[in-house]
Each structure stands twice: as structure tokens, then as C-alpha cells.
């Protein structure tokens, strides 16, 4: 369920780092906290953040969320299919519910993001 | 959930656990908000069925020789016009003609009626009924003798017809009939909070996790589900019924929320009418108005509905509804805002969207 190779965030999203470029999305366990998503809003392509920084939302029927970068960069692809069909994000969160692309700064610092096995053990004390 | 110690459990509890159910904090209890999925519970209810743990409700037993004028003091509605077996949607209300709760009385017998309350006002209503009693009055917080479980759907009266003896077809809408549903005594009555067609079951807590297991079981082949607070309130909603907290309370009159058909002027006074006589002169400053977001977004309970930028009203409830796949949400305006088709803006967490009023119930289940 939670990948080796993607880190994740204390907010709930992971991040797949490929080269100088990433991608992005929620996790399996933020898609079950949420329930059935049934909007997603996503920043603009060429959009540049700072970590930590507000991106978008997402909505379930009962409950908005919203949606953090962990991860300084300009975004430069984002996932439209899943802005048109919002369940992909509880069906498949880590593959085909992925969010955005970014082009990660030079400077970034993503020493603070957990391995799988960590963020395993950190939900668990969320989900106590 | 760190003060679970604190929290009541419903004599279902259990069987939530069993099921995989998501439990949260509702009113001090530990309630089912969701099983398999919200969407998914509020499908079942509309187009099959769904059973709903509404155990956290309150239940007053109102009983001697003046527990019909009494009622009718206290309570807006003709108790006097209510025969037994049957049950009818009223409400406690401030001399000021605004809301303490909304509530369902059934009559019992002659002089003996069931008053059932919201869960987050039991304490308060039956202080409500205590202050105010008078006469030969037995006044009874059987709370904790009641569970209460809610068959809801088209599927539901076939459903729970392979567990009774009793005559469903016979109970119409809001009358009841006491009898057993599998071999336990149950007060069967055709009520609801969905908008469909469906039972609750009032019974003794001890028989309910064997009454809610054999309707599961009995039920499944039809597409019956275990429903949580989730779909109660999207369902509600589509259906455009009250919720105390969102569309009434302390602050709102029967004639704003449009529930004026449950304040029967006419027969003689009772707790608010003097205030609400003044209002109904003066007509209704605002309404509830059911609007739909045309633009992207899901506006809730407590957006603004704004015109020029100044705030000129509120939403009290708002969703997305499963059923017609659109954003939907019950808003007070002024007056020449109310009409049908009229846009309005409302402000969603800084965001200004379009939404036009539309009518009411947003959704009505074919006969």
C-alpha cells in the first residue's frame, strides 16, 4: 500500500521524486479520511510554491480538505482526469489519484518527509 | 477519540464495531458515521434500503388526565386532533415564537403520549417540559429505555414484512402499530428522515443488536445496508428537512423556515403564539431558500450569501447531493432574494460563487 519509493508528509500527501521533478498526491489513508471525493481543485500549471505552502482543496461530500505542497517548486503538469473524476483519488490514490507534477527548486529541502515505513507508524498514532 | 470514558454508546454498538464502521463524537455519543461509504449508504436508501442507528435520540413518556391539554400548551400542533396510533411533527418553542427543538409526538393512548427529541437537547427539553408542567401530568425520561433503529427505503416494508406479523400495509404514513419484530416488542411506526418511504423501530435495548443482525441478514439480498450519520444528513437534506442547529433554533420562527403548516393558531394558546401572531402581521423578514451551486464548489453551513459585497445571509445547510450529483444547500435571505430562479452569490471560504434558488425538496420519491 505505501511505497518504498515515495516519501510522505505529516499532512498526508506523498511525493515521488524523480531526477529534479516530482509528483504529487494524497494518501491512501487521507482519500479514507476524507470519504468520497467529489471535488478537487488543483493549482495552475507554471504556479511556483514555497513548502508547506496552500495548493488547492479537496472536497468530499462532507468535509473540505485542503491540499499542501511539501515541497518548494513550479508546477508543471496537473492531473486533469482526476479533476474530472474525483473517485479516481479513493479508488487508486497512489497511482492514477495523482495531483500534480512539479519541477522541484534547487534548494529544496525535503529532509523533513517520512519514509513509508515511518509514515506507517505515524498514522497509526493518528488512527488511535 | 482520547475521551471515549466520556462518551455514551448506543445498545449497537457493538454491531458498529463488527461492521467496520468509522465512529465519531455526535452530541456526546459514539455514533456510526459511515460503513462501507457515504455515497454508497445513500444510494442503498434510495434505491433499496439502508438501517440506521438513531438509538441517541430522546424519548419522553407524557402520561395522566391532563397530558393532552398539557401537550397542547407546550406544543405548537393540534395534540387534540392527534388520534391514537397516529404521530405528528411538532415543536417546543420560547415565548419569543423561536425554536428550543423540533419534535415528533405519537399518542399512545387516550391519556398517554411519546415525545421523541433531538439527541443534543434531551437534557434541555425535559427541563423545557418540566418547568412548564401543570395538571395531572406524569412527565418521563425513558431515554435509556429506547432503541431506536430506522429501516429506510423502497425495499423496507418487503424487508421487514419477513420479520413481523404485524400488518405494515395497514400502517400509513406517520401512524404506528405495536408489535414484534423478530419475537421482540416493537412500536413500528412509518416515519422517517430521508425522504423515502420507511419504519423506525422504537423498542427495548436489549432485543435491538438481534433485530438490527436478522434485517441485515434478512435484508441483504434486497441491497439493504447499514446506514451512518453521513447519508442521514445528505439524505435529509435532499429531502429539505429541518436539522435543529442548521435551519431552526433559538433564533428562527416557524414562519422563516417554512414549517408554519405545524403552528396551528386556532387552537388556543400555547408557548410562542403571542409572539408569532405579531410576527405573521408583519410577514416573514427572511426565508429558507434551497439553492444550487452552479459554479465549482460546495458551499456549507455558515457561508454567506452575499450582494455587494456586505453579507445578507446564511447558509444553514449545504452538500453535495449523491442523488442528483450537484451542490445543494439551504440558505436564509432576505425576502427579494427568495424568488425561484433568482442567482445569488455566496461567499465559500473567500470564494465568491454563483448558486440560483430552486425548489424544494430537491428531491421527492416517486410513488
Redesign the interface.
Known sequence: MYLDEYLYSKEHEWVHVEGETCVLGVTDFAQHQLGDVVFVELPEVGQTFEADDEIGSIESVKAVAELYTPVAGEVVETNEAVVDDPEVLNSDPHNNGWLIKMKIDAGADLSGLMSADQYKEFIDGEDA | MSDSESLRKTPLHACHEEAGARLVDFAGWIMP??YR???AEHEAVRTAAGLFDVSHMGEFHVRGPDAESFLQRVTPNDVAKLRVGRAHYSALLTEEGTYVDDLLVYRLAKEEFLVVVNAANIAKDFQWFESHRSGAVELENASDRYALLALQGPRAPEILSRLTETDLPAIRYYRFAMGEVAGHRAMISRTGYTGEDGFELYMAPQGAPEVWRKLLEVGGEDGLQPAGL?AR??LRLEAAMALYGHEIDDTTTPWEAGLGWTIKMAKGDFVGRSALEALSGRGAQRSLIGFEVTD???A?QGHGVVVDGEEVGRVTSG??S?TLKKALGLAYVPKALAELGQTVTLNV?GKLLAATVIETPFYRRSK
Do not use: A, E, S
Open positions: 458515521v459511515q461509504g457515504l455515497m453521513g444528513d445528505t465549482r464548489g460546495i456549507r452538500t453535495y449523491p471560504r
